[in-house]
């Protein structure tokens, strides 16, 4: 790859909370079209990571571009408009709302509605909402969530309010998609369709995934290359099938079967 394909650049970043290192002159870059996984044992620092990028944790240092922008100078809800959207490990949807409302949230950074005309229902806020509402319904119907799209999402079982985060997550238009274990409270069956669904959905969204998960053999099913964290530091970098015969990466998990079902990510 060219420096030109390069979307994301991490680089040589620091952050700590209190005395604890949590990520330590971390870098590493992604490629766009790719999917690359992000993984290592517990406590390795993957959703720190994905908060630094986020703008969610300041680090102590370092930088990350974005599309040639440094992004340290974004704040944290600007971050949606230039492209980067994301999942969360523990489900972040509003509990009383229905599917379609916590999904139509997703594109509030799209609209270009203020106070005056949204108050006056002038045509062209009519229109935006109307074109808000049609992609949301197009992004459902992709995921299978149409029979869901009014009912209350704190009703509905785990798997499917995380196919809504990924829809809400969807409809902003990334480019770079953040997956924070997309995977979670799957059984074998799901996370073998999951791998598909996720490929397909960076071929039919034009999209560049960044992708945290515990499941290894999901992630090194998918992934063009995989980055591997481990007390914060990056030890290993390349495509799953040198990481997984890298020896460091070997001792890192040891016991735990990279080829296999799920690891302690």
Do not use: W
Request: with cysteine; net charge negative; aromatic share 6%.
């Amino acid at each position: 790859m060219t420096e030109a394909s390069t979307l994301l650049q991490v680089r040589d970043i620091t952050i700590s909370f209190g005395g604890l290192v949590a990520l330590d002159n971390v870098s590493f870059e992604v490629q766009k079209g790719h999917i690359v996984g992000l993984i290592g044992p517990n406590g390795a620092g993957k959703t720190t990571m994905f908060n630094c990028i986020t703008r969610l944790y300041k680090p102590d240092r370092g930088s990350i571009t974005f599309n040639g922008q440094d992004m340290l100078s974004v704040p944290a809800y600007g971050i949606a408009a230039r492209g980067i959207t994301r999942t969360f490990q523990n489900l972040a949807l509003f509990p009383t709302m229905t599917v379609l409302e916590n999904v139509l949230i997703g594109q509030h950074h799209l609209l270009h509605v203020d106070p005056v005309s949204s108050s006056f229902r002038l045509p062209h806020v009519s229109r935006e909402e109307s074109g808000a509402r049609e992609h949301a319904l197009e992004v459902l119907d992709y995921l299978g969530l149409m029979p869901h799209k009014d009912k209350i999402v704190r009703g509905l079982p785990y798997g499917i309010q995380k196919r809504v985060e990924t829809a809400r997550a969807l409809v902003g238009r990334p480019t770079l998609l953040l997956l924070d274990e997309p995977a979670g409270g799957l059984n074998h069956e799901e996370v073998t369709r999951l791998g598909e669904e996720i490929k397909a959905t960076r071929d039919r969204f034009n999209l560049t995934i960044l992708l945290v998960e515990h499941h290894m053999s999901l992630v090194m099913g998918i992934s063009d290359r995989v980055v591997v964290l481990d007390f914060g530091k990056r030890i290993a970098s390349g495509t799953p099938a040198e990481v997984q015969s890298d020896p460091a990466v070997i001792e890192a998990y040891l016991g735990v079967e990279m080829n296999g079902g799920a690891a302690n990510a």
